[in-house]
């Protein structure tokens, strides 16, 4: 059904298919018979080229748009949007583009949405590797501009995190890891603790391996006891004992201060 129906979207995109004045659907007039309709618009190989070539419809602001969309998601703020894309005027023009080829919509929150998932990943995976770090380093920005001081801000830490993440800005994602981290156990969701907390000390140990300022021993031995913490809340209480006690080890004995405080 998917394929069926971007392959419509495509036939009245080309205006091979077109509705008439009494609201009738009619093919165009040099497309009447299958054969002038298939040498129109032939098959695509697959879904991919299908989307590609919805894609490539588009004018140069609105694959600009869609491109930095497909960056923040499948759903997401249009002043975010226009923010990361780094279009004013233009960008009101564009996402009425993409809402006329039903590549974006209305969410159910007042935001935008792909259409469909699939449009969304077609496109972003066609986006050079070279250029998505500086994607998700816009996006990460439009978001700390629009959310990071807003009273919702903790709802957005583990996005940030994902796109500094993305955009190999190491600092700015451990910070959001760990205020990610902070947010969930206080949240009650000690598993999403766990992740952001274990993903935390990977990257940092990843990080000085590379030759990278670490982030102190202390700042490693809270990061484990908060680690600790989310693991006794799972019940898991091996995983617990041991990152505690990687915290204590870590510590001189001053430290114990740090593993009792909040």
């Known amino acids: 059904p998917f394929f069926i129906a971007e392959y419509l979207r495509l036939a009245i995109g080309e205006r091979i298919l077109r509705r008439g004045p009494t609201g009738v659907w009619a093919m165009h007039v040099a497309a009447e018979s299958p054969t002038a309709l298939r040498a129109a618009l032939p098959l695509p190989g697959g879904m991919r080229d299908l989307v590609r070539r919805r894609f490539e419809q588009l004018g140069h602001d ?146 000085r391996g590379r030759g990278l300022a670490g982030q102190g021993e202390g700042k490693r031995a809270r990061w484990q006891r908060l680690l600790g913490e989310a693991c006794y809340n799972l019940g898991d209480l091996g995983s617990a004992r041991l990152h505690l006690q990687h915290c204590l080890d870590s510590l001189e004995p001053a430290g114990t201060k740090v593993l009792t405080s909040s």
Do not use: C, N, W
């Open 62 to 207: 609105a694959r600009a748009l869609v491109q930095i969309a497909t960056v923040l998601g499948r759903e997401m703020d249009a002043e975010v949007l226009f923010e990361a894309a780094g279009l004013d005027r233009a960008g009101a023009a564009a996402l009425q583009e993409l809402r006329a080829r039903e590549i974006l919509e209305e969410s159910e929150r007042g935001g935008l949405r792909f259409g469909h998932d699939k449009v969304r990943e077609v496109i972003y995976d066609e986006i050079p590797e070279s250029r998505r770090p500086g994607m998700h380093l816009r996006a990460a920005r439009a978001i700390e501009a629009r959310h990071g001081q807003g009273p919702d801000r903790a709802l957005h830490y583990a996005v940030l995190a994902h796109h500094y993440g993305h955009a190999a800005a190491f600092e700015k994602t451990l910070e959001y890891l760990e205020k990610a981290g902070e947010h969930a156990l206080h949240a009650a969701t000690s598993a999403d603790a766990r992740r952001f907390f274990e993903r935390a000390l990977q990257l940092e140990a990843e990080g």
